[in-house]
Protein backbone atom coordinates (compact mmCIF):
# COMPACT_ATOMS: atom_id res chain seq x y z
CA UNK A 1 0.00 0.00 0.00
CA UNK A 2 1.38 2.98 -1.04
CA UNK A 3 1.69 6.30 1.84
CA UNK A 4 -0.82 8.04 0.19
CA UNK A 5 -3.32 5.23 -0.06
CA UNK A 6 -2.18 4.59 3.85
CA UNK A 7 -3.24 8.12 4.91
CA UNK A 8 -6.20 8.30 2.97
CA UNK A 9 -7.10 5.30 5.12
CA UNK A 10 -6.30 6.75 8.12
CA UNK A 11 -8.10 10.14 7.60
CA UNK A 12 -11.64 7.43 6.79
CA UNK A 13 -11.07 5.67 10.15
CA UNK A 14 -10.85 8.88 12.31
CA UNK A 15 -13.59 10.57 10.45
CA UNK A 16 -16.44 7.39 10.57
CA UNK A 17 -15.66 4.75 12.81
CA UNK A 18 -12.35 4.67 15.14
CA UNK A 19 -9.81 1.95 13.28
CA UNK A 20 -8.87 0.91 16.56
CA UNK A 21 -12.15 0.45 19.01
CA UNK A 22 -12.08 0.30 23.00
CA UNK A 23 -14.42 -2.87 22.51
CA UNK A 24 -17.74 -4.09 22.13
CA UNK A 25 -20.08 -2.20 24.08
CA UNK A 26 -22.19 -4.76 25.14
CA UNK A 27 -22.82 -8.84 25.12
CA UNK A 28 -24.72 -9.03 21.35
CA UNK A 29 -21.78 -7.96 19.80
CA UNK A 30 -19.96 -11.61 19.81
CA UNK A 31 -17.92 -11.44 22.84
CA UNK A 32 -17.53 -15.08 23.19
CA UNK A 33 -17.43 -18.20 19.94
CA UNK A 34 -19.30 -21.30 20.12
CA UNK A 35 -16.74 -23.47 21.02
CA UNK A 36 -15.87 -21.27 23.89
CA UNK A 37 -19.83 -21.82 25.06
CA UNK A 38 -19.15 -25.46 24.43
CA UNK A 39 -16.25 -25.61 26.88
CA UNK A 40 -18.00 -24.08 28.89
CA UNK A 41 -21.16 -26.05 28.85
CA UNK A 42 -18.92 -28.78 29.84
CA UNK A 43 -17.30 -27.42 32.70
CA UNK A 44 -20.43 -26.12 33.80
CA UNK A 45 -21.79 -29.70 33.92
CA UNK A 46 -19.09 -30.82 35.95
CA UNK A 47 -18.91 -27.96 38.34
CA UNK A 48 -22.20 -26.05 38.72
CA UNK A 49 -25.14 -28.19 37.56
CA UNK A 50 -25.10 -29.90 41.25
CA UNK A 51 -26.42 -26.57 42.20
CA UNK A 52 -28.18 -24.91 39.45
CA UNK A 53 -28.93 -28.24 37.59
CA UNK A 54 -28.17 -29.08 34.48
CA UNK A 55 -30.35 -26.58 32.28
CA UNK A 56 -29.54 -23.39 34.70
CA UNK A 57 -32.95 -23.25 36.07
CA UNK A 58 -31.54 -23.37 39.65
CA UNK A 59 -31.97 -25.61 42.56
CA UNK A 60 -30.08 -24.71 45.76
CA UNK A 61 -28.30 -22.08 43.57
CA UNK A 62 -30.28 -19.62 41.98
CA UNK A 63 -31.84 -19.85 38.06
CA UNK A 64 -28.70 -18.85 35.75
CA UNK A 65 -30.73 -18.59 33.02
CA UNK A 66 -34.15 -16.41 32.59
CA UNK A 67 -36.04 -13.18 33.31
CA UNK A 68 -34.99 -13.76 37.06
CA UNK A 69 -31.12 -13.94 36.59
CA UNK A 70 -31.35 -10.90 33.47
CA UNK A 71 -33.12 -9.17 36.07
CA UNK A 72 -31.15 -9.28 38.37
CA UNK A 73 -27.62 -9.14 36.71
CA UNK A 74 -28.96 -6.70 33.17
CA UNK A 75 -27.27 -3.61 33.09
CA UNK A 76 -23.78 -4.21 35.19
CA UNK A 77 -20.78 -4.77 33.14
CA UNK A 78 -20.32 -8.40 32.57
CA UNK A 79 -16.90 -8.39 35.02
CA UNK A 80 -19.17 -8.12 37.82
CA UNK A 81 -21.07 -11.33 37.34
CA UNK A 82 -17.25 -12.87 36.22
CA UNK A 83 -15.92 -11.71 39.37
CA UNK A 84 -18.38 -13.06 41.41
CA UNK A 85 -18.46 -16.70 39.70
CA UNK A 86 -14.67 -17.14 39.77
CA UNK A 87 -14.64 -15.65 43.26
CA UNK A 88 -17.75 -17.85 45.04
CA UNK A 89 -18.06 -20.78 43.01
CA UNK A 90 -18.05 -23.63 43.05
CA UNK A 91 -19.24 -23.46 46.45
CA UNK A 92 -17.14 -26.31 48.24
CA UNK A 93 -13.88 -24.55 46.49
CA UNK A 94 -14.14 -20.94 45.95
CA UNK A 95 -11.93 -19.54 42.49
CA UNK A 96 -10.75 -23.44 42.90
CA UNK A 97 -10.68 -22.91 38.90
CA UNK A 98 -8.47 -21.36 36.44
CA UNK A 99 -9.53 -17.90 34.90
CA UNK A 100 -10.43 -19.55 31.51
CA UNK A 101 -12.39 -21.74 32.37
CA UNK A 102 -15.01 -19.03 34.16
CA UNK A 103 -14.68 -17.60 31.03
CA UNK A 104 -15.91 -20.33 29.48
CA UNK A 105 -18.43 -21.13 31.82
CA UNK A 106 -19.54 -17.58 31.40
CA UNK A 107 -19.99 -17.84 27.86
CA UNK A 108 -22.41 -20.98 28.22
CA UNK A 109 -24.75 -18.75 30.60
CA UNK A 110 -24.30 -16.14 28.06
CA UNK A 111 -25.39 -18.30 25.15
CA UNK A 112 -28.00 -20.16 27.29
CA UNK A 113 -29.86 -16.92 27.79
CA UNK A 114 -29.90 -16.67 24.32
CA UNK A 115 -27.21 -14.15 23.48
CA UNK A 116 -25.46 -14.94 20.02
CA UNK A 117 -21.85 -15.81 19.89
CA UNK A 118 -19.23 -13.98 17.62
CA UNK A 119 -15.51 -14.44 16.02
CA UNK A 120 -14.10 -13.92 19.22
CA UNK A 121 -13.43 -15.67 22.40
CA UNK A 122 -14.27 -14.17 26.02
CA UNK A 123 -11.30 -12.38 28.19
CA UNK A 124 -10.41 -10.46 31.27
CA UNK A 125 -10.07 -7.71 29.32
CA UNK A 126 -13.07 -7.79 26.80
CA UNK A 127 -15.56 -8.12 30.72
CA UNK A 128 -14.26 -5.28 31.58
CA UNK A 129 -16.08 -2.87 29.42
CA UNK A 130 -18.85 -5.51 28.29
CA UNK A 131 -22.73 -4.66 29.41
CA UNK A 132 -24.95 -7.49 30.26
CA UNK A 133 -28.05 -7.21 28.24
CA UNK A 134 -30.80 -9.19 26.87
CA UNK A 135 -31.14 -10.40 23.61
CA UNK A 136 -33.29 -7.15 23.09
CA UNK A 137 -30.80 -5.55 24.31
CA UNK A 138 -30.94 -2.23 27.50
CA UNK A 139 -33.88 -1.73 28.83
CA UNK A 140 -35.29 0.08 32.02
CA UNK A 141 -34.52 -1.17 35.53
CA UNK A 142 -36.65 -3.34 37.09
CA UNK A 143 -38.37 -2.42 40.43
CA UNK A 144 -36.53 -3.38 43.35
CA UNK A 145 -33.12 -3.01 42.25
CA UNK A 146 -30.22 -0.91 44.02
CA UNK A 147 -29.81 2.04 41.95
CA UNK A 148 -27.88 5.47 41.70
CA UNK A 149 -29.74 8.13 39.99
CA UNK A 150 -28.53 11.73 39.68
CA UNK A 151 -30.73 14.83 39.42
CA UNK A 152 -31.95 17.91 41.01
CA UNK A 153 -33.63 18.29 44.59
CA UNK A 154 -36.79 19.62 44.83
CA UNK A 155 -38.86 20.33 47.83
CA UNK A 156 -42.97 20.50 46.35
CA UNK A 157 -44.41 22.02 49.29
CA UNK A 158 -47.31 19.36 50.78
CA UNK A 159 -46.10 16.56 48.20
CA UNK A 160 -42.70 16.12 49.76
CA UNK A 161 -39.29 15.62 48.21
CA UNK A 162 -38.36 14.68 44.31
CA UNK A 163 -35.52 14.33 42.42
CA UNK A 164 -36.07 15.97 39.57
CA UNK A 165 -34.69 16.42 35.84
CA UNK A 166 -33.32 13.32 36.82
CA UNK A 167 -31.18 10.43 34.08
CA UNK A 168 -32.12 7.05 33.92
CA UNK A 169 -31.13 5.24 37.11
CA UNK A 170 -27.79 2.98 37.23
CA UNK A 171 -27.44 -0.27 38.92
CA UNK A 172 -24.72 0.09 41.95
CA UNK A 173 -23.07 -2.14 44.34
CA UNK A 174 -23.60 0.31 47.35
CA UNK A 175 -27.08 1.94 47.92
CA UNK A 176 -25.39 3.02 52.03
CA UNK A 177 -22.48 5.89 50.08
CA UNK A 178 -21.37 7.20 47.35
CA UNK A 179 -17.52 6.96 47.25
CA UNK A 180 -15.52 10.33 45.91
CA UNK A 181 -14.89 8.65 42.56
CA UNK A 182 -18.69 8.57 41.81
CA UNK A 183 -19.24 12.05 42.88
CA UNK A 184 -16.62 13.05 40.70
CA UNK A 185 -18.10 11.09 37.82
CA UNK A 186 -21.60 12.36 39.28
CA UNK A 187 -20.69 16.34 38.84
CA UNK A 188 -19.99 15.80 34.70
CA UNK A 189 -22.80 13.26 34.10
CA UNK A 190 -25.86 15.30 32.31
CA UNK A 191 -29.51 15.27 34.04
CA UNK A 192 -32.47 14.00 32.39
CA UNK A 193 -35.99 14.53 32.45
CA UNK A 194 -37.49 11.45 34.70
CA UNK A 195 -38.98 12.56 37.94
CA UNK A 196 -38.63 10.33 41.33
CA UNK A 197 -40.43 10.86 44.83
CA UNK A 198 -37.55 10.41 47.40
CA UNK A 199 -39.02 8.21 50.49
CA UNK A 200 -37.02 8.49 54.28
CA UNK A 201 -35.46 11.18 52.58
CA UNK A 202 -35.90 13.71 56.02
CA UNK A 203 -34.49 10.17 58.55
CA UNK A 204 -31.13 10.16 56.74
CA UNK A 205 -28.36 11.35 59.17
CA UNK A 206 -27.41 15.12 58.43
CA UNK A 207 -29.87 15.89 55.88
CA UNK A 208 -29.90 19.75 55.50
CA UNK A 209 -32.77 20.78 53.06
CA UNK A 210 -31.75 24.21 53.55
CA UNK A 211 -27.99 23.91 52.30
CA UNK A 212 -28.95 20.70 49.36
CA UNK A 213 -32.40 22.39 47.50
CA UNK A 214 -31.64 23.12 44.18
CA UNK A 215 -27.98 21.41 44.19
CA UNK A 216 -26.72 18.72 41.78
CA UNK A 217 -27.20 15.25 43.77
CA UNK A 218 -26.17 11.75 43.73
CA UNK A 219 -29.13 9.43 45.62
CA UNK A 220 -29.10 5.92 46.24
CA UNK A 221 -31.59 3.79 47.24
CA UNK A 222 -33.84 1.03 45.97
CA UNK A 223 -35.85 1.92 42.98
CA UNK A 224 -39.75 1.54 43.23
CA UNK A 225 -41.66 1.02 39.64
CA UNK A 226 -45.07 2.78 39.98
CA UNK A 227 -47.03 4.47 37.26
CA UNK A 228 -47.40 7.97 37.79
CA UNK A 229 -45.76 7.44 41.27
CA UNK A 230 -41.86 6.11 40.58
CA UNK A 231 -39.85 6.88 43.50
CA UNK A 232 -36.78 5.62 45.15
CA UNK A 233 -36.17 4.23 48.96
CA UNK A 234 -32.91 6.68 49.65
CA UNK A 235 -30.09 5.33 51.64
CA UNK A 236 -27.65 7.74 50.94
CA UNK A 237 -27.88 11.29 49.38
CA UNK A 238 -24.76 13.32 48.34
CA UNK A 239 -25.03 17.13 46.76
CA UNK A 240 -21.80 16.88 43.99
CA UNK A 241 -21.10 20.74 44.69
CA UNK A 242 -22.78 22.22 41.79
CA UNK A 243 -26.22 23.94 41.36
CA UNK A 244 -28.57 22.62 39.37
CA UNK A 245 -29.17 25.06 36.42
CA UNK A 246 -32.44 26.98 35.94
Not at 123 to 150: A, F, R, Y
Not at 179 to 199: M, N, T, Y
Amino acid sequence: MSRTARLVLLVVCFAQLPCLAAGPGDVRDGVFTASQSARGQAAYQANCAGCHRADLSGFSGPPLKGDLFMDRWREFNLNVVFDLIKTTMPLDNPHGLKDQVYLDILAYVLQANEIPPGAKELTEGVVESTLLVGKNGPQPLPSSTPVEVIGCLTLDSGNGWFLTRAAEPSRTLNQWESSPDELKAAKSKPLGGQVFRLQNLTDLPGFNSDELVGKKMDAKGILVRQPGNERINVSSLKSVGVECEQ
